[in-house]
């Protein structure tokens, strides 16, 4: 009864559409950087910029006390992670934003079937029949044989399944570290593990678009403490249908701003994506389990 009085449904709605006006903001600015910087740098600058934001912790990082399995995590999740990030910023710049969006609620999917292989998760018939229908909804989009599944498609599924390893990995970071390390210690290892990807295809940036770069910093960290206001504020189960609206956003933004056509299939595709990841939120808050399926806003850049 007391965590009834406590959820604010209202607030975690409203929480939850802040933080996807700031993702669908960081989604046009990428989108209209275009493929002007290479998608490493492009990357590589994202989160070096985004630094300058965690200045406040520093004090807290220095004096940190980590164990070496600590230290193996937090390394691993940085150079799977800059990985995703490179493929997300190559394919933003490559295929049209609604699919990019869409493609994007597979990480969820990908983290029940990891949670199943690598953490004993055990999957009941109705989970399994909602990953399979996630699965179909991700073959809806790409269509292969029906149209052409360009590199743009192929990096997003492995931004998909690098941003799902990450999140596991920082599940498992969770039970000994405190949050704002976790975000610090990502945000410090994914600039590190993209330095090396970006210099040797290094393009003088210009002001204009290094501010663009940080202004994209600023978006996506705020989209993900909305998230985490949201997340307080109301259960999952309340908040995770709200970001069926980002792929409306993503799908309005592209068209109107960008010219891109409006693909049927690709807003089906991830309407029964996003379908299957809500019933599996539903499922874990029916069971009362600490939860491991992510809802879909958790896995952005």
């Given at each position: ?98 699919d990019v969006t869409a493609m994007n609620y597979l990480s969820p999917i990908l ?191």
């Open positions: 009864m007391m965590e009834a009085r406590k959820s604010k449904p209202l607030n975690g709605v409203l929480w939850m559409l802040a933080a996807g006006a700031m993702f669908v903001g960081v989604n046009a600015l990428v989108k209209s950087l275009g493929t002007a910087l290479p998608s490493t740098q492009a990357a590589f600058l994202r989160f070096s910029l985004g630094l300058l934001i965690l200045i406040p912790l520093v004090p807290r990082l220095l004096t940190m006390r980590l164990s070496a399995r600590q230290w193996r995590l937090f390394l691993i999740r940085g150079a799977v992670h800059s990985v995703g990030v490179a493929l997300w910023f190559y394919a933003m710049a490559r295929i049209p934003i609604a983290i029940t079937i990891g949670a199943a292989l690598f953490l004993g998760e055990k999957l009941a018939a109705r989970r399994i029949m909602a990953v399979v229908c996630g699965l179909i909804g991700a073959f809806i989009i790409l269509r292969p044989g029906l149209r052409e599944v360009g590199p743009g498609h192929l990096a997003m599924l492995g931004t998909a399944t690098c941003f799902a390893a990450s999140y596991m990995i920082s599940k498992r970071l969770s039970d000994d570290v405190e949050p704002l390390i976790i975000v610090a210690m990502l945000s410090i290892t994914v600039s590190i593990g993209l330095a090396p990807m970006a210099l040797p295809v290094w393009v003088a940036p210009s002001l204009a678009q290094l501010g663009q770069l940080f202004l994209v910093a600023v978006l996506a960290t705020l989209g993900h403490y909305f998230m985490t206001l949201a997340f307080k504020a109301a259960p999952m189960t309340v908040t995770q249908p709200v970001t069926f609206l980002q792929l409306v956003w993503a799908v309005s933004l592209g068209a109107l701003v960008f010219d891109e056509p409006i693909d049927p299939f690709v807003v089906f595709g991830g309407v029964v994506i996003l379908s299957s990841v809500t019933f599996i939120t539903w499922r874990e808050a029916v069971l009362k389990r600490r939860e491991i399926t992510p809802p879909s806003v958790a896995t952005k850049v």
